[in-house]
């Protein structure tokens, strides 16, 4: 799977990671449900470095989709709620 980072660029990631990818954006959707905005950014933080280190990134020259893009660091609680599914930001 491919994801953006916005702002940054693309990491893939194997299917091995993707259980614990969902269960940091779950504590994303807890955080974006209940309104705290500290556990809100401790939250994204957690969940796009997890992304960085467990992913490989995508070098610029190699154009391919993203499968799924991710918000930066400087997101807000608001941007990030009108982003959100009834799955978070990672289905599944």
Same mark, same amino acid.
């Given at each position: 799977?491919?994801?953006?980072?916005?702002?940054?660029?693309?990491?893939?990631?194997?299917?091995e990671?993707?259980?614990h990818?969902?269960? @940091? *954006?779950?504590?994303?959707?807890?955080?974006?449900?209940?309104? $705290? +905005?500290?556990?809100?950014? /401790?939250? !994204?933080?957690?969940? @796009? *470095?997890?992304?960085?280190?467990?992913?490989?990134?995508?070098? $610029? +020259?190699?154009?391919?989709? /993203?499968? !799924?893009?991710?918000?930066?660091?400087?997101?807000?609680?608001?941007?990030?709620?009108?982003?959100?599914?009834?799955?978070?930001?990672?289905?599944?």
């Amino acid at each position: 799977m491919i994801m953006r980072i916005l702002g940054e660029g693309q990491y893939e990631i194997t299917e091995e990671h993707l259980g614990h990818l969902n269960a @940091l *954006d779950s504590d994303l959707q807890s955080a974006a449900d209940a309104g $705290d +905005e500290a556990a809100f950014a /401790s939250a !994204l933080s957690a969940l @796009l *470095d997890a992304v960085r280190s467990l992913g490989t990134g995508v070098p $610029d +020259e190699r154009i391919t989709p /993203s499968d !799924l893009v991710l918000p930066d660091e400087d997101t807000s609680l608001t941007q990030v709620r009108e982003l959100l599914s009834d799955e978070g930001l990672i289905p599944g």
